[in-house]
């Protein structure tokens, strides 16, 4: 079996939810094939203004103050010397898909509830989302078919860290593909 690339992993870690006031602080991608191999592996600090992220994690603040420990470290993060233009981040990982996926092919985009970051790309990154898939791969879907059908769920961690989500999510489609029987 090949490893050449046939999946884009992404998660994305934002301000909030609102994909038009709300900005991404953190990304994470990984490039695998059809057996969830890893192919290339990417992460950044996305830098946003410090006004900002106080104002729209204020807004969020029910969910923040769930998870202090993540909202701390990704707002120090986004103070560091590690954070990076918005711009610089899209073409890194415009790189990525350059070097991994030959260009005519179609970028799959995958992930849990991938959708809503998909949101996020549309605004953000707009020539990334142009050289994305309409179709994407969401988790979440299979989350919803195993659970209300099969009484079955996966127990994932909330690392609500970009990697770390990105590798759960794919232990998660691993856990329902290990359910189906092929004939």
Known sequence: MSTKAKLLWVDLEMTGLDPVEDRILEVAAIVTDWDFKEVAVYEAVKQVGPGLVEKRMKVGKDFWDKFPKVRDALVEQN???KAKN???VENELLELIEKHFDADEPVLLAGNSIHQDRKFIENEWPRLNKRLHYR????????VVFDGKYNKRFAKAEEHRAL???RG???ELKYYLGKVRVK
């Open 164 to 166: 770390d989500d990105i």
């Open 136 to 143: 994407m791969l969401d988790v979440s879907a299979w989350k």
């Open 86 to 88: 918005g711009r610089i």
């Open 79 to 81: 103070k560091s010397d």
């Open 169 to 171: 999510s794919i232990m």
